[in-house]
Nanobody, 119 residues
Framework: QVHLVESGGGLVQAGGSLRLSCAASGSTFSINGLGWFRQGPGKEREFLARIWWSGGSTYYAESVKGRFTISRDIAKNTVYLQMNSLKPEDTAVYSC????????????WGQGTQVTVSS
């Protein structure tokens, strides 16, 4: 079992920045990596970025490439999402998820953190 807790959301003006954190605990040896997702009002959940737990390789959705950066601190079992040049359309609940080695699925999810970008 892997437990994920997000933090760092809040209200920011357009053009501003936020850094989200996702702290993992439990059986982190059982995961391939962690991803960040978001779901805006009336929208479907959207994949944003992914980082491999071992090695730290990253992958981004085109929609956030160049503005968002995913990183990890293995010692703290924490993954970060640095978000720059935020736009009102970035307003959403942001969640992290852990990909299970056994199935390759994002099995474990955090509770989410609200990000609101004002114009």
């Amino acid at each position: 079992q892997v437990h994920l807790v997000e933090s760092g959301g809040g209200l920011v003006q357009a053009g501003g920045s936020l850094r989200l954190s996702c702290a993992a605990s439990g059986s982190t040896f059982s995961i391939n990596g962690l991803g960040w997702f978001r779901q805006g009002p009336g929208k479907e959940r959207e994949f944003l970025a992914r980082i491999w737990w071992s090695g730290g390789s990253t992958y981004y959705a085109e929609s956030v490439k160049g503005r968002f950066t995913i990183s990890r601190d293995i010692a703290k079992n924490t993954v970060y999402l640095q978000m720059n040049s935020l736009k009102p359309e970035d307003t959403a609940v942001y969640s992290c998820a852990a990909e299970e080695k056994l199935t390759g699925n994002y099995r474990y999810w955090g509770q989410g953190t609200q990000v609101t970008v004002s114009s």
